[in-house]
């Protein structure tokens, strides 16, 4: 089993940064396919971006290309997302999810994803 823990929201003005760290526990993930969701009050849950260690690339939504990176530390366990130029539609709980199983086409769908983290609130306002 793998557990996932996310910290680093919280409230920034728009145009400020965060970062996220999501940090796992149980198992070695560096082989699985690691991702970022989030969710607004009211709205579904959207994929936000994710990374195939099999093929070493990293996919973004639309709506966050250019401003988000995501990235991992296989020694710590963890991945993270660097969110830059914030804007208050980013306003969410962000998610990190985890599988050990993952072909492209399906990455970008939650529920694909076997372990999922508690969340973190990231809240964009002036």
């Known amino acids: 089993q793998v557990q996932l823990i996310e910290s680093g929201g919280g409230l920034v003005q728009p145009g400020g940064s965060l970062r996220l760290s999501c940090v796992a526990s149980?198992?070695?993930?560096?082989?699985?396919?690691m991702a970022w969701f989030r969710q607004a009050p009211g709205k579904e849950r959207e994929f936000v971006a994710a990374?195939?260690?099999?093929?070493?690339?990293?996919y973004y939504a639309d709506s966050v290309k250019g401003r988000f990176s995501i990235s991992r530390d296989n020694g710590k366990n963890t991945m993270y997302l660097q969110m830059n130029s914030l804007k208050p539609d980013d306003t969410a709980v962000y998610y990190c999810?985890?599988?050990?199983?993952?072909?492209?086409?399906?990455?970008?769908?939650?529920?694909?994803?076997?372990?999922w983290g508690q969340g973190t609130q990231v809240t964009v306002s002036s």
């Open positions: 999810a985890a599988d050990a199983s993952m072909i492209v086409s399906t990455l970008r769908q939650g529920n694909q994803y076997n372990y």
């Open positions: 149980g198992r070695t993930v560096s082989r699985y396919t």
């Open positions: 990374h195939k260690p099999s093929n070493g690339a990293s």
